[in-house]
């Protein structure tokens, strides 16, 4: 037993990298799994209804795994949007993106080894981004040819602002938020299925830089070459990275400005706040909403971010 006590990382900036790249690498890995089986089996074994089952649950299963230590970012997008809420400290942005590249990354490397096989029976070892054989779109997102970039940033912006609003709108305790923590998952996977069977048409739904952007750079290493990023004449990597941040950022003012600043204060509040600043050494998270009890958001050690 005395070996698990020396593994156990005691730092909770650590803990939270390790939650984050384990969270997302799980979410991740569900994405392109799904995608290889629809692809490479030439829809023999799924359907685009499938497809998206699979990424709402990889998001319900990466918050299963992340959810207690780190509140289960998974998105670098979606951190900003907490970030800017109070309910995670922005030092700890950078770490979490790194992290969630990391982990989305090594998804990416994992269902290349899992499905390589079945890759070579598909496009003959000739990795190609476009084209009746084009597998890269298997690993990350790509623009349909007959929309505009303009078009999909938009896309990626609306359909980020759509994820970051149910969410809020989900994990506020003064609205509807599920009694039980373990519903939360649901409700949230829930929202990239909807998301996914109705917004997947102009350049699918990445919704997330880190998971679009670790597995294009597995594949510019990994046999497809420079062409993840080129696509487009280097005028398409960038919507998925930044129309989520945009539309995360959207998301928060909208619901803010909206429902949260219009709630009457509750028995016993003066105001509602997202931080009270008790003294000059220490702060303490409010949670409005999540609440002050939901273990969602709260670490193992039963400490909230602070």
Known sequence: MSIYKKLRVKNELARDILAEFLGTFVLVSFAIGASCQYVLTRQTLASFLTL????????VFGIYTAGGISGA?????ATIALC????????????????????????????????????NAYDGGNRTTVGPTATAYVFSTFPNPDVSTLNCFF?????????????????????????????????????????????AGNCGYALNPARDLGPRIFTAIAGWGIEPF???????????????????ILAYFVYMLFIELHW??????????????????????????????????VGSDGKHFH
């Open 52 to 59: 998206n089952f699979a990424n709402g649950l990889g998001l």
């Open 73 to 77: 970012s998974l998105n670098p997008a």
């Open 84 to 119: 800017m809420h109070g309910l995670i400290e922005w030092y700890k942005w950078p770490f979490y993106t790194i992290a969630e590249l990391a982990g989305a990354f090594l998804a990416a490397a994992v269902q290349y080894g899992v499905n390589y096989d079945m890759l």
């Open 155 to 199: 896309d990626q912006v609306w359909g980020t602002f759509v994820l970051l609003a149910c969410t809020f709108a989900i994990v506020d305790k003064r609205n509807f938020m599920p009694i039980d923590k373990g519903l939360l998952p649901l409700s949230l996977g829930s929202i990239v299925f909807a998301i996914g069977t109705c917004w």
């Open 230 to 248: 080129s696509h487009r004449n280097y005028n398409w990597f960038w919507v998925p990275i930044a129309g989520p941040c945009v539309g995360a």
């Open 264 to 297: 009457e204060p509750e028995e016993g509040e003066e105001k509602v706040e997202t931080i009270n600043v008790v003294n000059h050494h220490e702060k303490i998270h409010n949670h409005e909403m999540q609440g002050v009890n939901n273990p969602a958001f």
